[in-house]
């Protein structure tokens, strides 16, 4: 018998195929009527069989590749007999409800086309079509147009406004679509410097023979300017090293194809759907024993960052070279990646001595993703390109347009509009005037493309961050949530649960409602509030911020704390060491800390691993890296009513017993891979016994991790393999990372509940 359904589709469904793709299944079904576009989404009606009708659906609710599909809502209403299956233009165009995709990764049709010597965009490095291809980062308002994107200076040539304009063509309507005869044109600069290079005749085939030659060179991609050298030849990548001020952080390679990621490293099945996907992020693996990469390309790390290539670019430069290149973000240290032509210019003229560049403006500024597979589930490090800014549906909604400000180190900005929150790109450590400006950009921005203006903003405690001080001089009401419990609430919202639930959060610095630093904390939480159920026991931070690089200032109030000794460490340290001590005993005190992160610092000073850092948690991930595999010894740490009289007070979590431990075990010469794998076992039984005897006490079946320090996955692998013993119900972050990147959403989500 013969139905007419009438069919809404909403997410990001526009400018991603959607139309075509709903065509061609309603033709294979035998189903007449409509499909197009209007201010909310994808409409169709459809007119046939039942079960054709229910296959219908099933498909529009998948949607192809670059779809993200967040409903499919079906009305049955009166047949009309119609025959044949049409696309209708757009009723309106590009409205509130439309969502702008992320960046999409070169689909394999297009790949195809890339190396076809038949096809008209033969070594086209800016073919795209309606799945994959730039999105966000090329986007300069709304509505979704090629006008309202920096192709605007591209006018299409006729072969390509014909593909534009046909609905059975697969670049019907993808705004970004070009070919050799009207799109952007790649260049090579031999030199790169304040005069201008004359440019090589074949741009990648010249790029190739630099890197292969052992230069740096400059590479404008997607979201910004990267910085390539051959990873297998270690002068290029020293003189990267050094000349970006980068001394140990890791660097991505960029792999031709699986087959070279094979050859550095192990890849499983979820790693390779995850390096295959559209987001394309960096994905951790474990590094062969036998990888060919030069040594500073990752020292000392039994892991690598590998990705493959993610735009026509990439997949040229890749092919010409034949082997895997270092990729990392075009910029000097700290600074945020250069991503405009003339900064790019100034700023990287000194690292790079070649650059393959071109004229399609970069709008805004996106850096690389990075994951890794945990038990089976992306988790990730860095949430950027490739999936900002797709909404994250939640459970609940708000009345008022919320804007969650975020953190200060690993800055994301949050939008919340109706039911969908909107974290943005990477926004970068707010310590400098150029990533002030991009946050405040990225919140004008994101408010323009999503057509809202916060009437609300949620912010850190912290009065120092720059995003407080930004929050606190905007006109509107504001909502303060402290550090952790935005950490909490961004896994359960990512998981659309209210709480309450015990939280546990492992952290670098947050500021607490008490004015101390918080960051080893179990709390009793919700989205509408937390109770502190217990911490790691308190120490002073001598000098404060300033322990974050120096570590041993952290061991040495340890040691104080715990009444330990370490014979040899204060003379290895020299005046320093009494100076901090004359700090220890100051009446006008430190300030104190619960530190999950910078007790690991400390433990790694303590081994002797590192006294100074050159990066955020570089001991702590140093210690994590050192642990002797396999290890099942822990260090006893028992967990303590602070004040017997008062039930109510929070339980320590006694950190002084494993820094005994720790202490006793290397003046008896136990190597410090043995240490450092006990201490670490030993710090997530005491958050794990802490975490099961809140939940018990408060009937709680569900415990929540996040914090930066979960992104050691020592530690976050021992706590949540003895709650799992215990019966409980973990979440973790997979839609977000754990760090400070997650705070904007978490800071949203308790807004949105508590007004
Ligand atoms: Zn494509
Ligand atoms: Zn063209
Ligand atoms: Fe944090």
């Known amino acids: 018998m013969t139905e007419r359904r009438a069919i809404r589709v909403t997410g990001i469904v526009q400018g991603v195929g959607f139309r075509p793709f709903v065509h061609v299944r309603a033709v294979r079904l035998g189903l007449a009527g409509f499909v197009g576009n209007d201010e909310r989404g994808v409409v169709v009606e459809a007119e046939g069989p039942g079960p054709a009708l229910d ?220 390096l295959r996907s559209v987001q394309a992020p960096i994905v951790l693996l474990r590094r062969r024993g036998d990888a060919d990469v030069a040594a500073a390309v990752a020292p000392g790390d039994r892991h690598l960052g590998l990705l493959l290539p993610y735009t026509p670019v990439h997949h040229l430069l890749s092919a010409a070279v034949g082997a895997p290149i270092v990729l990392t973000s075009g910029n000097v240290s700290d600074e945020p990646i250069a991503h405009r032509d003339a900064d790019a210019r100034e700023r990287l003229a000194g690292i790079a001595d070649a650059a393959l560049v071109h004229d399609r403006p970069i709008r805004t500024r996106a850096d690389d993703s990075v994951a890794r597979i945990v038990r089976g589930a992306p988790y990730l490090v860095r949430r950027s390109r490739g999936f900002a800014p797709a909404p994250l549906p939640l459970a609940f909604g708000a009345e008022r347009v919320v804007l969650g400000c975020g953190a200060e180190l690993k800055n994301t900005i949050c939008l919340l509009r109706g039911r969908e929150a909107f974290v943005s790109h990477h926004v970068g450590d707010l310590e400098n005037a150029e990533t002030l400006a991009a946050f405040t950009d990225a919140i004008a921005h994101l408010g323009r493309l999503l057509e809202v203006t916060p009437e609300l903003v949620a912010h850190d405690l912290h009065p120092e961050y720059l995003s407080t001080k930004w929050a606190c001089a905007q006109d509107l009401p504001l909502v303060g949530v402290q550090h952790h419990h935005a950490h909490l609430a961004a896994c359960l919202a990512e998981h659309g649960e209210p709480g309450p639930v015990i939280g546990i959060a492992c952290d670098g610095l947050g500021y607490g409602t008490d004015d101390t630093l918080w960051g080893g904390e179990v709390f009793d939480v919700s989205l509408t509030g937390f109770t502190r159920v217990a911490h790691l026991e308190p120490v002073p931070l001598p000098g404060g911020t300033t322990a974050i690089r120096q570590p041993w200032r952290t061991a040495a109030a340890w040691l104080r704390t715990a009444g330990a000794e370490l014979p040899g460490m204060p003379e290895r340290i020299g005046a320093a060491w009494l100076a901090v001590q004359a700090l220890l005993d100051s009446p006008l005190g430190q300030p104190i800390t619960t530190s999950a992160g910078r007790l690991c610092d400390a433990v790694a000073a303590l081994c002797g691993l590192r006294y100074r850092t050159t990066y955020e948690g570089q001991a702590a991930i140093e210690l994590e890296r050192l642990a002797a595999p396999g290890v099942t010894e822990a260090y006893p740490v028992s967990v303590h009513d602070q004040c017997a009289r008062n039930p109510a007070s929070p339980r320590v979590i006694m950190v002084s017993e494993l820094v005994r431990a720790v202490v006793a075990e290397l003046r008896r010469g136990v190597a410090a891979p043995l240490v450092a794998a006990r201490f670490h076992n030993g710090l997530a039984a005491g958050l794990a016994t802490a975490a099961t005897g809140a939940a018990r006490e408060r009937g709680r079946d569900t415990v929540a991790l996040s914090g930066g320090v979960f992104q050691n996955m020592l530690l976050l692998e021992g706590v949540r393999a003895r709650l799992d013993r215990e019966g409980l119900r973990v979440l973790v972050h997979s839609r977000l990372p754990c760090t400070d990147g997650g705070i904007s959403l978490g800071q949203v989500a308790v807004a949105a509940a508590t007004t």
């Open 55 to 274: 296959s219908l659906e099933r498909a529009l609710a998948e949607g192809p590749p670059a779809a993200l599909v967040t409903g499919v809502a079906a009305v049955r209403i009166a047949p009309r007999g119609e025959r044949g299956f049409a696309i209708v233009p757009s009723a309106a165009h590009g409205s509130a409800a439309t969502l702008i995709s992320p960046d999409l990764a070169t689909c394999a049709d297009c790949v195809r086309e890339l190396f076809d010597p038949a096809d008209r965009r033969f070594r086209h490095p800016f073919l795209s079509c309606t799945n994959c291809g730039p999105r966000f980062t090329i986007v300069t308002g709304v509505p979704y147009d090629r006008g309202t994107t920096t192709m605007a200076g591209f006018p299409m040539c006729p072969a390509c406004a014909a593909e534009y304009h046909d609905p059975a063509d697969r670049r019907f309507h993808a705004q970004p679509i070009c070919c050799p005869d009207c799109g952007p044109v790649l260049r090579f600069l031999p030199g790169w410097g304040p005069e201008v290079a004359e440019a090589a005749a074949d741009p990648l085939t010249a790029a190739a023979e630099a890197l292969l030659g052992g230069a740096v060179v400059a590479v404008k991609g997607l979201g910004g300017y990267h910085l390539a050298a051959l990873a297998a030849d270690p002068r290029p990548v020293g003189a990267l090293r050094a000349r970006k001020h980068r001394e140990d952080k890791p660097f991505a390679v960029l792999v031709p194809d699986l087959v070279a990621a094979r050859k550095l490293c192990e890849v499983a099945p979820e790693e390779e759907a995850l």
